[in-house]
């Protein structure tokens, strides 16, 4: 894959402007990944949720890791601070359409969420909404991403190699192929070998 030349037009330094050509080379870059490929997300808080209900309502596929035995099971550490930022701003668009479809009433959007309630009343219900849920794997922390059969000297078709996932769960390491790839069409989990 080459690089990607941004193209600045303008002569301020925070304003850069995108040219018509830099758009069609970002696009020509991408067209390998916008198929219909599964993608694999790290994490359930309100990002990795997040990701996941945008990626549904686009159509694709994904998987998502959490290292935790629950929803949003960092956020409870500091379950007890109130966020400075009302919940408007907590609430994913694409993630608070997936939840309305099914019901759900948004807390008052002006008032200061404590960390416990961003996960009861917004992450857990998000990840329970059949979208998401069989998609979600607790208790599987990523603890290494690589290329399959690539190394630091072997970069020969790197970009075409698909990603593997070293995921712990129950105390064991297993090497998981990484689903974001162009030789996987599948939202399941692939085991490439037990370690």
């Not at 409870?76 to 099914?102: C, M």
């Not at 200061?112 to 009861?120: S, T």
Request: one cysteine or more; hydrophobic letters at 35%.
């Amino acid at each position: 894959m080459k690089n990607i030349e941004f193209k600045v037009a303008s002569s301020s330094c925070c304003t850069p402007q995108v040219t018509l050509n830099t758009i069609e080379t970002v696009k020509e870059e991408h067209v390998p990944y916008s198929h219909n490929l599964p993608v694999a997300i790290i994490g359930a808080g309100p990002i990795g949720l997040a990701a996941a209900a945008h990626l549904v309502e686009r159509g694709q596929k994904f998987i998502l890791f959490e290292a935790g035995s629950s929803i949003g099971q960092n956020i409870l550490q500091w379950g007890h601070v109130r966020l400075f930022s009302p919940w408007q701003y907590n609430i994913d668009k694409a993630a608070e359409r997936l939840l309305r479809k099914q019901g759900w009433q948004s807390p008052a959007l002006t008032e200061l969420p404590f960390g416990q309630e961003i996960v009861y009343q917004y992450l857990r219900p998000l990840a329970k909404l059949p979208e998401l849920e069989p998609y979600i794997k607790l208790n599987s922390r990523v603890i290494s991403i690589s290329k399959k059969n690539t190394d630091k000297m072997k970069s020969a078709n790197r970009e075409a190699a698909p990603f593997v996932l070293y995921v712990e769960t129950n105390n064991s390491t297993e090497p998981v192929k990484h689903p974001y790839c162009g030789h996987c069409t599948s939202y399941s989990i692939s085991i490439v070998e037990l370690l």
